[in-house]
């Protein structure tokens, strides 16, 4: 990702540089993707804080995009595991969860020792699919910092084959999905 270094917001690759790594072939413009919907949290969204470390800060002086998929995931398993299903219970149902597609929205740059507040929520909870959401924002001003929406697809662990999600998962944690 490229950013402008004046207002650390993510730009558009200059054409010259696509040209040269291109080095002369034709270079296909990829479609926009079509966004995933949103949903306003539930009131008992789960949220977490973290701090920004040292490690989480790229060359630019700010959180590195990449980071946000680390603090995201790291969120969604913790409020999994709240609502009383951490990673052996999983296990135990002989399936994975697997991200099958991600938007990120990067609104504005965190720094080094930013107290970060994470919330997440699930929404649109399909036979084999749900859409998970984050919200990260500065815990000392509430600033919207980056906004990602995860499709999330139950699979078998051994054949990775669509599998129904579990009706007692859906009743574990429907205090924390959004619903209509």
């Not at 789960?46 to 995201?72: K, M, Q, S």
């Not at 709240?82 to 697997?98: F, K, Q």
């Not at 507040?117 to 699930?122: E, G, N, Q, R, V």
């Not at 990602?148 to 998962?169: E, G, K, L, N, S």
Request: hydrophobic share 40%; charged share 25%; proline share 7%.
């Amino acid at each position: 990702m490229f950013i402008d270094l004046k207002t650390l917001r993510p730009v558009t690759v200059l054409p010259e540089i696509v040209a040269a790594y291109a080095q002369g072939d034709p270079v296909e413009t990829a479609p926009r993707n079509d966004p995933l919907p949103s949903s306003e949290p539930p009131e008992s969204a789960f949220a977490l804080r973290r701090r920004v470390e040292w490690r989480d800060i790229d060359a630019a002086g700010h959180v590195n995009n990449a980071i946000y998929a680390h603090f995201a995931e790291d969120c969604g398993l913790q409020a999994q595991q709240a609502y009383g299903w951490p990673v052996t219970r999983l296990d135990e149902t002989g399936c994975r969860i697997v991200a099958a597609r991600q938007r990120i929205e990067y609104k504005s740059p965190a720094r080094l020792n930013d107290e970060l507040a994470i919330t997440t929520w699930l929404s649109h909870v399909e036979p084999t699919s749900m859409l998970r959401h984050y919200l990260i924002r500065r815990g000392s001003d509430g600033q919207l910092l980056t906004q990602i929406r995860t499709i999330y697809r139950w699979v078998d662990a051994q054949t990775y084959a669509p599998v129904d999600i579990p009706q007692v998962y859906r009743d574990d944690l429907a205090a924390n999905t959004a619903h209509g």
